[in-house]
């Protein structure tokens, strides 16, 4: 019996830690993704040009990257759980308080998010390296599917919901702090198997990234194929209703366009993962995740019409394929969950800063050439650098975390 209640609590808390897995991971596009198709309702009312439209999803990227340095030691001070169970806390008061007030309170609750999906960020791939180390492909699919899924969602029925009787953009925008407060609850419902094991993950404060780790060129491709990789969807999230509106599409209708666009990564989020893990290297995959994005932009651009559907699916399935292979990346070039945070530290801090340029630079842009031509032919260049860098990331070796050692093959 006693047996039988132990065995019971040790599924109970993994049950648990999955559930935690799945909300957390929901939380890390959503309350972003939801914004976009939000614009066209809240722009006049707020009085905001498109600089400071830019900006509002600028902010987040920006925050990921300046925080995401700090995410290791706190970590390390507090244990992970403990880390995101605060982060979740804030996640719900920044996604509930930004839409309160005027322009200034939505940019104040959007750094609030951005600082707390940073810490999911970081400490995601750790975590499962470390609780399922043998499951580490199909557990960074299953997380890489919720976060998609509930981005492309998100983006899907937030006008909708703004649509019904009684509720409008704000409400729209609010309506995702429920999945932080979910998580929130899960975590907590988790502490008493905290405090029976008292194990802390990154309980070295000094995880932060060595100085060995910058002169890795393996470590620089990562870096910036993981910032890269951001910047278009982000920027593509951020501008991709006005694009769909200049082309003759509704506001409703633009809100699914970017939806199905999201679509298109949930299969491959899931599957890209599972097949790098199998792989001797994934320098293909690396190399086909930038040409898909290049040819899924590039049909955007010129086409007009319905089929249009085709070329953003084809962007989706380059988005999921970067995507998972750059949070792959970090478990596969490292050598144990410590390496893998160092890693994710410096990626995101130094990525996430890139990626802030793309929204903000790409609207400015339009704005002086008075079209979109341009802002694409960036995002086409970006990925073909994406395809160049995946081809030096996917590389059969093990990056050194002390400055007198070669790099292993795996």
């Not at 750790?126 to 899924?149: D, E, W």
Request: hydrophobic content about 55%; charged content about 10%.
């Amino acid at each position: 019996m006693h047996l039988s209640k132990k065995s019971f609590a040790k599924r109970y808390y993994i049950v648990l830690l999955l559930l935690a897995i799945l909300l957390i991971a929901a939380t890390l596009r959503s309350p972003i993704t939801s914004v976009g198709p939000l614009i066209p309702l809240f722009r006049g009312e707020l009085e905001a040009s498109n600089a400071m439209i830019g900006l509002v999803n600028t902010l987040p990227l920006l925050a990921f990257g300046l925080f995401s340095p700090f995410v290791p030691r706190i970590s390390g001070k507090l244990g992970m759980e403990i880390t995101l169970l605060i982060a979740m806390v804030f996640l719900s008061i920044g996604v509930f308080i930004r839409a309160n007030g005027g322009m200034e309170l939505l940019l104040f609750g959007t750094i609030l998010t951005g600082m707390a999906i940073a810490v999911g960020n970081i400490l995601m791939p750790g975590l499962i390296k470390s609780t399922f180390p043998y499951r580490m492909g199909l557990m960074t699919g299953i997380y890489s599917v919720s976060m998609n899924a509930f981005g492309a969602l998100a983006s899907g029925i937030s006008v909708p919901i703004a649509s019904i009787s009684g509720f409008d953009w704000r409400h729209a925008m609010q309506i995702w702090s429920l999945l932080s407060a979910a998580a929130v609850v899960v975590l907590l419902l988790r502490l008493p198997a905290r405090r029976s094991s008292g194990k802390k993950v990154f309980v070295d404060v000094k995880s932060q990234p060595s100085k060995a780790i910058f002169k890795s060129k393996i470590a620089w491709a990562v870096t910036f194929f993981m910032g890269l990789q951001s910047l278009i969807p982000y920027s593509l999230f951020t501008w991709l209703p006005d694009i769909f509106i200049s082309k003759g599409f509704g506001e409703s209708e633009a809100g699914w366009l970017i939806a199905i666009y999201q679509i298109g990564l949930i299969p491959t989020t899931f599957i890209a993962p599972i097949i790098a893990g199998r792989m001797q290297n994934q320098r293909l995959l690396g190399c086909s995740a930038g040409l898909l994005f290049f040819f899924g932009l590039l049909g955007t651009l010129f086409t007009s019409s319905h089929l249009i559907i085709v070329f953003l699916v084809l962007t989706g399935v380059g988005a999921g394929t970067a995507f998972s292979l750059a949070m792959m990346f970090f478990v596969l070039r490292t050598n144990s969950a410590m390496e893998s945070a160092q890693l994710s530290g410096m990626a995101q801090s130094v990525g996430y800063i890139v990626a802030s340029t793309g929204p903000l630079f790409l609207g400015t842009i339009a704005d002086k050439t008075g079209g979109w031509t341009v802002p694409f032919i960036i995002l086409m260049t970006a990925a073909l650098i994406i395809a160049f860098l995946g081809t030096i990331s996917g590389k059969n070796e093990k990056i050194s975390f002390e400055s007198n050692k070669e790099p292993a093959t795996k």
